[in-house]
């Protein structure tokens, strides 16, 4: 950052037997929109964190994409185990056939609710009302609850 241009500034250097050239490229709109990147990001884990209740987002594949801080508080996974878990991981074996449906039924009509148990990592059921939403995230189709 050059502060009395007020500007990005990028360098290339390149050196030769004789000579040394010099380039300067202003990459001020680049920074600019990196930080406007940067800024939407916190507002938007403000956001989910911010809500009452659990958040989830999971592509077609089951792969979690984002959860909010109550998911893991909820169930006692870390964020590294939700990571690496399916969805179904947190449903009792008694609902899953329930559930599976449910996440099929976004993926054909774009919505569902259901009230469920959910269970958490010390093997608890806690009474549950849940919904899905289908979306679209780098071209996959995801399950937003």
Known sequence: YVEPLNKWLENHVYASKDELSIFFRDITEKKLAEQRIMEEKQLSESIINSLPGIFYFFDDNGKYIRWNKNLETVTGYS???????????????????????????????????????????????????????????????????
């Open 79 to 145: 964020t590294e185990e939700i990571a690496a878990i399916h969805p179904l991981t947190f449903v009792p074996e008694e609902e899953k056939e329930l559930i599976s449906k449910n996440i099929a039924a976004v993926f054909t009509r774009g919505s569902t609710e259901v009230e469920s148990l959910l269970l958490t990592k010390d093997g608890r059921k806690i009474p549950y009302y849940l919904n899905g939403y289908a979306g679209n995230f780098n071209g996959k189709q995801c399950l937003l609850g």
